[in-house]
């Protein structure tokens, strides 16, 4: 059974930075992509970034270019996101998600498996 677990999310100020880690058991992804998510308070699920677990290649929001960087240890079945000048609309929860190579990574629908969430937020 697949599981995608999340941890480090919390509450830092405007500026800082948070990394956060998704660690993935049940099955091998080497076929796999794996993708983080954030949804806002009162608003749909924001695609954030992608890694294809095999060959390492990444691609990012418009929103978070520059700032977020997206990586995955194979030997510790672990994808992470390091958040750095953080700001207050960045605050959302925030998901990983684990689907096929070969998806549209932006669209939630395509996703065959889910973490159930960390809290990232943000003062001013």
């Known amino acids: 059974q697949v599981q995608l677990v999340e941890s480090g999310g919390g509450l830092v100020q405007a500026g800082g930075s948070l990394r956060l880690s998704c660690a993935a058991s049940?099955?091998?992804?080497?076929?796999?992509?794996m993708s983080w998510f954030r949804q806002a308070p009162g608003k749909e699920l924001e695609f954030v970034s992608t890694?294809?677990?095999?060959?390492?290649?990444?691609y990012y929001a418009d929103s978070v270019k520059g700032r977020f960087t997206i990586s995955r240890d194979n030997a510790k079945g672990t994808v992470y996101l390091q958040m750095n000048s953080l700001k207050p609309e960045d605050t959302a929860v925030y998901y990983c998600?684990?689907?096929?190579?070969?998806?549209?990574?932006?669209?939630?629908?395509?996703?065959?498996?889910w973490g159930q969430g960390t809290q990232v937020t943000v003062s001013s």
């Open positions: 890694i294809n677990w095999n060959y390492g290649n990444t």
């Open positions: 049940g099955r091998t992804f080497d076929s796999y992509i």
């Open positions: 998600a684990a689907g096929l190579y070969g998806i549209t990574a932006h669209v939630p629908g395509r996703y065959l498996h």
